[in-house]
């Protein structure tokens, strides 16, 4: 998928694409390219890039990078694939019903759902809220049960 | 017997909701109110406007059933009636008179069944059935004067083989006549002559379909044709005054409007005419100054085109106006939102970056984006700085792994802090 949607691998890229992206939502699809879920979310993200695009930026960071790792470590990412959302360089919360509010795990059954989340992140941040609340029922939530520090 | 029934299904069901869901044609909705929805206000006004809408396509097929018309098939297609009681269209196939089928249905027996069914399950009130339907009396009346009419028509021709200018014309008129009634504007065709759309065709339908109910008013009762003609030819002199008025601003027409008066007998149509085709035509003649600008033929551009280039000027400037308020208004963005600061900061190094001012401003390789913990309770920046920290610890570590280390696990503030919560 790395030819549809702008991969990065080097941390000074993640770094200028979340300084550059102004006044949008910045997806960031932290995951394999060889993973099955990752290629469903991939396809999702790459078929909702254009509908979002005038609100949103989509992009895919490649985990297995050698300087993402910081990144990996920094946002607290153990599975696989992840997606953080940042708006003006800061980063948005969302709260799906799990308990890790920080990021998306998992894919998203509709492409519909995609895009009804990244609307809630961007209602949100426009009103100066930090965190928002997920707009899916818990149905259609990926659910995953978090480790704390591999316990 | 209806009552018993009736009476039968209050017992069953004391309790409204409980009844089945029906489905209302006339509010085209689903309810299980049983009988009780009919009297409700909702159903009443929807059924009083369908009521209302369905006199009025009725009230243009009555003038029919009082003096039967001839239609010719073309425009038989254009008239067609949705009965709602039937729930089916009445399509004029088949017949020569002008709404014959709809009036053949509105009188069956069929028919006035379905509407006294329709009244009593909606509660329009049965004894207006007889406004929705063609009485039997009034149907055969109707029936007599389609035959009187159809032999009056078998006559006209057999009289028209004579070369009777005068009558020859008459005929050719009442046709046409016939046709404007329908209301189609699209009558090029007329007894096989092609006639080319004259530019005021528009009154000419407009005033024909006024005559048949001013004669039907006038209560004519004698079909003789060419007194009819007289009549209608007054009352089509008086309507054409009023029309050509407000459609007309060509000088010429007032010329004709200052011949008609208003004389009985068919002469004064015909005396003007002079074209070969049958109908009356009148010739506008060209002013001068028209003929100076140019026509389609010679190929000018239309004045639509002339003025509007004056006005496009005009509007241009106030477009542009109104199209930068629009961008203005909605360009200013919130400035609570998330991480605005940043962004008005952000914004303003690309601009200068973008004018040629290299800014290098290169960011430290260790920045990292403002970032909310997963198991944080404090502010980010202390998420990013316990990260920060961390680090750096792990590098101290790292790079004393050679040296002797106490065996101490290493415990990171973070774990102790949420140890100890």
Redesign the interface.
Known sequence: MEYLLPTLRE??EV?SL???T??KVLVLRFGLSSDSVCLQLDDVLYKSAKDVSRFATVALVDVDSPEIQ?YL????ITFVPSTIF????????MDSGSA???KWIGTFQKKQDFVDVVEAIYR???????IVSCPLPPERIPKFE?L??NV | MNHEIMKKKKKKNDNGEEQQFEFCEVCKLNHNQGRRHIYFPAHKSSLSALLTRLQSKLSDVKPFLKTPMLLPAEHAQQNRLWCVFCNRDVIELDTPFACGKAIEHLASGEHYKRVKGFLWKHGGGTHRADSFRVVEGDFKKWEKKCKAMKTEAAKAEAVGASNNIHNELNADYLNSFHENNTNSLDFNITNGVVVPLQSYTNEKVQVSCSVPYSASEAGSTSYDMRGRMQMVDAQCLKNSTGFMDNHLSSSSHVDYLSNGSVQPGVKVFHGDSRSLNSMNLQKISYSSKEAIGGNVHTGATPPWFNSAEENEIMQKPELSNFVNSKAGKSSKLNPKRVGAAWAERRKLELELERRGEVITKDYDANWLPNFGGVWQSGTRRKSRKEFQVENKKSLEFDSQSESFVPLQPYISKRMRRDKSE
């Not at chain 1, 940042?86 to 919360?93: G, I, L």
Request: charged share 40%; net charge positive; proline share 0%.
């Open positions: 941390k000074r770094d979340i300084r550059d102004i006044d910081v470590k920094y946002f607290d940042f708006f003006n360089a800061h980063h948005m919360k890790d509010h920080t949100g941040a426009m009103k100066g809220k930090l978090l704390y520090k």
